[in-house]
């Protein structure tokens, strides 16, 4: 594929280096100091990989929608906007991957989650809450992963109603689920869900060592969608290549 790379940082650079061992090629690189990107460059694309700052995602769907190209989200903390992005990509019929986290381990993190809380749903002596770990650099907190996370813990373990988010004042409500974020240094990121009851504890965690996971989940979402219209999520990508 031709591949044209919105964001240009850490995430963009390691996307970037594993497109081309796998035979791929970037056409382009839009980041803060590209004032603008010609057409004839764009129409070189396949499709775009976005990796920048949410407040950008919107404008830069819009962008590349003009131009009829797919576009594969890899940026979080923008999810108010989602009603946007789908109607731009349903007039315009192109396909676009949005995913809170494009690492394949954390996708199987997902999936053992739901069975996890699909158990403790029935056993009250468990309590559950969340813990995430991100570089002193990362803009959105919780973590999209995290809300993720969380979400499914709503759908599953149905004592657990609300999140809480901030630092507790007191005593937490049985039906709030606590998600802690501590940011600093250089973490890529560590995901800790506890189930804990007088007895024992239970941890699913899943630590980044790199963005190696990440790229390579954006690059199979990227050759995924060709050909492909409409809004699609990380599990649909997954979906398919488990079939």
């Not at 594993?18 to 803060?32: M, N, P, Q, T």
Request: hydrophobic share 40%.
């Amino acid at each position: 594929m031709n591949i044209a790379l919105i964001g240009y940082g850490r995430m963009g650079k390691e996307v970037e280096r594993l497109a081309r061992e796998r035979g791929h090629r970037v056409v382009a690189c839009v980041d803060s100091k590209t004032s603008s990107l010609s057409p004839e460059i764009a129409r070189e694309a396949d499709v775009a990989i976005h990796f920048a700052v949410p407040s950008s995602v919107v404008g830069h769907v819009e962008q590349w929608a003009g131009f009829g190209k797919d576009i594969v989200v890899g940026t979080t903390g923008w999810s108010a906007e989602l009603g946007k992005v789908q109607a731009i990509v349903g007039a315009v019929k192109i396909g676009l991957v949005h995913a809170s986290n494009f690492s394949l381990g954390v996708n199987i993190l997902f999936n053992l989650l739901t069975h996890a809380g699909t158990l403790v749903n029935k056993l009250d002596e468990y309590d559950v809450f969340l813990h995430e770990i991100h570089h002193k650099d990362k803009i959105d907190s919780p973590s999209g992963t995290a809300l993720t996370l969380a979400g499914i813990l709503l759908n599953t373990v149905k004592r657990k109603r609300e999140i809480l988010s901030d630092a507790p004042k007191g005593k937490i409500k049985p039906e709030q689920l606590h998600i802690a974020s501590t940011r600093g240094g250089a973490v890529v990121g560590t995901h800790r869900v506890t189930f804990d009851s007088v007895a024992d504890t239970i941890e699913i965690t899943h630590t980044a060592k790199n963005r190696t996971g990440f790229a390579l989940g954006a690059l199979l979402a990227a050759e995924w969608v060709r050909g492909k219209h409409g809004l699609f999520t990380m599990e649909d990508v997954l979906e398919d290549i488990r079939k």
